[in-house]
């Protein structure tokens, strides 16, 4: 009944998760909410104002596929301050999210036969756009040792005569790694070898707490092979808007202003507005917002180090922690299922983002100091009561 290539298109497990979550609190369940990757801040307010007036002033119709030009200049002004590179407006394709663009990436590029490599444990999207074009999705490795930042040798060892794209992505989801400029370079330096193509998703980019952004776009000889993925979503706490962007070589952005035309038409237009004064406008939510995120990381990192049988690493940035819980005896799939039905605490295994997150949990801390609170409270007390000792960790 179904064409064969739906058996190819993966999920994103977080919003089944959340279903799951949402179906107990109809029943009258209170759950901990830590599974899904959302800002629980509200747009600034000076946004919202923006896209109301947008709405009044009839803001309503049709745009250009590609997005509104004002939009696409002032995107372009921001990548090329904050990236230290010179953009065109006419490398910008704004999307409605950030996701179009992975599925544009893959088919714009990918062939059958072509491999691409991607990280794991990583965002699920990247190998689900892989296969769906009926390319070969190799996943590189991201170890804790390592902080989970993707190895340059681990990148190198993996690419073979067909590989055509390299996916990466810093500040990481689910671990929060972040790539040191040497790893950059390098990589960088291995991209130009081989002639690939790097997807660069820096959708937390301006939520990192320790290091700098390093953007693939930025070292010599990779803006023209560097596909820069960005968005509004978690910077300005603007999921719900679904609005994101890409910049690339001028070939790329006409082959994805099409499959826009194709796919979505264009992104809503009052959305775009306000998102002029998203970036032109005050930053000092975004810096509260990064400053919170701050002061629940380091709680929350503190607080999984003294569970029975757990370890966490610090991440270096995005709103994620993705402990070690190979010690409490229990698969991670196993505790996903069992701490949500039993413990009330809706979180993620780290199988949902690939292989190598086998023996991991991904926790998102954008929620309260008082929630995180109650989710390791509760995290301990079903631990503690299925036997999983105090120094197990």
């Known amino acids: 009944m179904f064409a064969q290539r739906m ?4 999920t994103e497990t977080a919003f089944e998760v ?14 901990v909410h830590m599974e899904i990757g959302e800002p ?24 250009p596929s590609a997005g509104l030009p004002e939009l ?24 409605p999210g950030a996701k179009p663009i992975l599925f544009f990436a ?3 590029l990918l062939e059958p036969g072509d491999e691409a ?10 190998e689900s756009v892989i ?6 999705p190799v996943p590189v490795p991201l170890r804790e040792e390592n902080e989970f930042a993707l190895a340059v040798e681990d990148v190198a060892e993996r690419i073979g005569p067909k590989t055509k794209l390299l996916i990466v992505n810093s500040p990481q989801n689910p671990t929060g790694s972040v790539l040191r400029r040497e790893d950059v370079e390098q990589i960088a330096q291995l991209a130009v070898e081989h002639n690939l193509i790097v997807l660069s998703d820096e959708v937390y980019n301006r939520i990192l707490f320790e290091g700098e952004h390093v953007s693939f776009a930025s070292i010599p000889g990779m803006q023209e092979r560097t596909i820069l993925v960005d968005g509004f979503s978690k910077t300005y706490a603007m999921t719900g808007w679904r609005i994101g962007y890409s910049v690339s070589n001028r070939q790329l952005a006409e082959k994805f202003a099409r499959l826009q035309t194709n796919s979505n038409s264009c992104t809503a237009t009052f959305t775009q507005i306000a998102c ?18 701050r002061r629940r990381r380091e709680f929350i990192v503190r607080g999984l180090n003294e569970l029975p049988g757990v370890s966490c690493v610090l991440p270096h940035g995005a709103f994620y922690v993705f402990p070690n819980v190979k010690k409490t005896g229990f698969s991670c799939r196993e505790l996903q299922e069992r701490m949500l039905e039993e413990a009330g605490v809706a979180l993620l295994s780290g199988t949902c983002f690939g292989k190598y997150g086998e023996g991991y949990l991904r926790l998102s801390y954008a929620t309260s100091l008082e929630r995180i609170e109650e989710c390791l409270s509760r995290m301990r007390r079903w631990l503690e009561e299925h036997g999983v000792e105090e120094n197990a960790g």
Not at 23 to 31: F, H, K, M, N, T
Request: glycine share 8%.
């Open 40 to 63: 629980d801040f509200a747009t600034p307010e000076n946004i919202v104002d923006a896209g109301c007036r947008a709405l009044r002033e009839g803001h309503t119709h049709y745009g």
């Open 276 to 293: 002029i004064e998203a970036l032109r406008g005050p930053q000092d939510a975004v810096d509260k917002m990064v400053a919170e995120f």
């Open 72 to 95: 696409r200049e002032a995107i372009a002004e921001d990548v090329s301050r904050t990236r230290g590179i010179e953009v065109h407006p006419d490398q910008v394709v704004v999307t």
């Open 106 to 108: 893959a088919l714009a």
């Open 7 to 10: 058996n190819r298109l993966g």
């Open 131 to 136: 296969n769906f074009a009926g390319a070969k």
């Open 18 to 31: 959340l279903a799951k979550a949402k179906a107990l609190e109809a029943e009258g369940r209170d759950i």
């Open 117 to 126: 490599l991607y990280p794991d444990p990583g965002f699920p999207i990247y």
